[in-house]
């Protein structure tokens, strides 16, 4: 009885705040219907709105240094949200829902179109080097993509960072569809750009042409570094192929730290974003019209030296999507051991399909592994695999019995082994003396690792039919 007016005060207090807010919602909606409305990007009034706003143009002739920083996006997307209780949107939604078709239509077109320039030479004073390179749906809501950028800015200590982004950086005027996909603007950013992003928000990239294009480009042929961010409950985090600076500094200083940190960072992940990428098929993604992914497909096939007359296009796209699914599959091996929510055998599948990349790296340390996941590693490893490099640091959950299965299925092309097996915490007890390799077909190709696997154990060498040293 004695909380009974704590909690009727509490109640009025929110009752009261409650009326507030209406009275400033009442206010708010008078403001808006006050507002002008323009029905369509066309208008007068709304063309003069747009050159007072942007009224000069700064000329970037090289298309990687049209990148935009993210103080300029964040004054575009403030901007858009604000002046769309203005727009006569093609479909009703709250500000909030904004995409960037509507940012495109109502704000980037018309204010580029009279200078016959990019965005970002309507709001940058000069060249803006490209730092990394986006690519993202214009369905997304325009704030999603904002919250992404800033995550990754954050997590990899960027500050005001710049971003190629092409519904930015395009010059007003020039086609969709470019006449070549290497001597493209975007793909001059790509070369430029330290990171490749993808703000998966609330939507899916995996069956987008374009999207798709741009992987298979910066990430698989250029070999650039790939960063995704989605939604969790407690907000965007951040997955990333490889540890961050500050994650390197902690792991040369102590060994370990670094990859247990970027673990704990990525650990919330939502897993289910990813599923969709176990399955692309970009002969069946989606463009602006069918008639724009049948002319980028055709470009990357010509590109790519493929006649499209002799060769089954079918049989060549199931290379491409093959690589594809494995480059994704291969970032999601954290993310299936801490949520469980991903197709396992579909995940260890698209990895060993993967023929073409001859590295297994897996980054386990301080995780939830077990010895169904080593399982797992082991059916994902295929024959023409020369590197493994696999670290348990930390992993409690390890037997003697997993290590074994999965020793005995490495790869009979393996030239380079690193097996992390330190600080696990316990003894790991092993049926024999010696795990064998049968690696190059040498009758010594075995790494003798003793009875026992100790805490702090650590596999590291090359194997050219020699035992390794540990």
């Not at 954050?154 to 001597?183: M, N």
Request: charged share 25%; hydrophobic share 40%.
């Amino acid at each position: 009885m004695a909380d009974e007016p704590a909690e009727l005060a509490l109640t009025e207090v929110e009752e009261k705040s409650k009326e507030e807010e209406d009275e400033g919602s009442e206010v708010r909606d008078e403001k808006d219907e006050a507002k002008p409305k323009f029905q369509s990007p066309a208008d007068p009034r709304h063309l003069e709105a747009l050159s007072n706003r942007y009224p000069a143009c700064c000329r970037i002739e090289a298309a990687e240094h049209r990148a935009i920083s993210f103080a300029q996006l964040q004054d575009v997307v403030n901007y858009s949200l604000t002046s769309s209780t203005c727009w006569d949107l093609d479909t009703p939604h709250g500000p909030w829902a904004l995409t960037h078709y509507d940012i495109m239509k109502w704000l980037v077109t018309p204010s580029t179109q009279a200078h016959q320039c990019s965005f970002t030479e309507l709001v940058a004073a000069g060249a803006q080097s490209a730092e990394v390179y986006v690519s993202h749906c214009f369905g997304q809501p325009a704030r999603d993509m904002l919250e992404c950028l800033q995550q990754q800015s954050r997590t990899r200590l960027l500050g005001d960072a710049f971003f190629w982004i092409w519904a930015y950086a395009h010059q007003h005027g020039q086609s969709f569809v470019p006449e070549s996909l290497h001597d493209s603007d975007a793909f001059q950013a790509m070369k430029a750009s330290q990171w490749v992003l993808l703000p998966l928000g609330m939507s899916s990239l995996f069956s987008r042409t374009w999207c798709l294009i741009e992987v298979t480009l910066a990430v698989v042929e250029l070999q650039k570094p790939l960063d995704m961010v989605a939604f969790a409950l407690e907000g965007p985090v951040v997955l990333t192929q490889s540890l961050t600076e500050v994650e390197c500094r902690m792991e040369s200083k102590l060994q370990g730290t670094g990859f247990r940190e970027k673990n704990r960072r990525e650990e919330t992940f939502p897993a289910d974003v990813l599923t969709a990428a176990l399955d692309i098929a970009i002969e069946r993604s989606d463009a602006v019209s069918k008639m724009d992914r049948n002319r980028l497909l055709h470009k990357l096939l010509e590109e790519q030296g493929v006649d499209l007359a002799a060769v089954a296009l079918n049989r060549y796209f199931e290379r491409v999507n093959v690589k594809l699914r494995g480059l994704f599959a291969s970032m999601m091996w954290l993310p299936m051991v801490e949520s469980e929510k991903l197709p396992r055998n579909a995940l260890a599948e698209c990895v060993k399909a993967n023929v073409s990349n001859d590295s297994l790296i897996v980054n386990l340390c301080a995780s939830k592994v077990d010895d169904a996941h080593l399982s797992l590693l082991a059916g994902s490893m295929h024959n023409h695999l020369s590197r493994v490099d696999l670290n348990f640091c930390m992993c409690s959950k390890l037997t003697g019995k997993g290590v074994e299965d999965l020793c005995r299925h490495m790869p009979q092309k393996l030239k380079t082994l690193k097996l992390n097996f330190k600080q696990l915490g316990q003894k790991l007890e092993t049926s024999q003396k010696s795990i064998p390799f049968d690696t190059c077909g040498h009758s010594d190709g075995c790494c003798a690792i003793g009875s026992d696997i100790y805490f702090g154990f650590t596999l590291v060498g090359r194997v050219y039919g020699h035992p390794l040293s540990a």
